[in-house]
């Protein structure tokens, strides 16, 4: 008598094909830059492996994964401009600071095995190449991690719009968004105990309730296409997009 066929497992299908992170520059300096400020840790090689780990992992689920990076850990364009620089010029400081960081979690990844390709929105041929829709999406489908560097190529908006903005272009079916905290509360969780866990929220009430997710302009424009914005603890992205983690969902 024949023996049994075992059955055949799949792992759950994600309902998500492609995703866009975003990176805050902060997180790149690790727990003691953040801690120290900027004039100590700026890179810290340790929290930057622990970050390209972490989209490595997404990528595993099977979705196609872009990053928006910011500077913060370096440069600030608003803070730089109180020092008596130019506005728009320290806002373009701060664009470059967002290309050394492109650069460097490249790098970690591609020590890891992850296929990477840095996209710039300002001109920096001899290290990066330049963004443009139709070939970021190209290598995305060839598997593919891109990191979206120097945020939407002009001044006054933030990273955070230049999040919102790639994963629009690129037909990204989410924006990820890793936090401090594991997803939205109705008041500061850090402050307030009693501070109530949302799982899912409209954009709306984010927008009336003054939520601090990310900046007005990313939400509009999140809003306004009807993008999904999924916001969870840093180093729990791929649990929460797996629903394994607490995350919020904004609609």
Known sequence: MAGKVAKKTTAKKLPYKRVLVKVSGERLAGLEGLKKGHDHEILDVGAIKEIAAELKGLQKLGVQV???IGGGNMIRGAEVAKMGIAPAQAHQ???LATVINALALQSMLEAQGVDTRVMSAVSVFAMCEPY????????????RLIIFAAGTGNPFFTTDSAGALRAIEIGADLLIKASKVDGIYDRDPMKDKKAKHLSKISYKDVLVDDLKVMDGAAVALCREHKLPLMV????????????KAKCTVVK
Request: hydrophobic share 45%; charged share 25%.
């Open 232 to 243: 969870c603890k840093v180093g729990q992205v791929s649990a929460a997009l797996a629903g």
């Open 93 to 95: 400081m701060g664009m």
């Open 132 to 143: 443009i829709r139709r070939r970021a999406m190209r290598h995305m489908e060839k598997g």
């Open 66 to 68: 872009g990053v928006v």
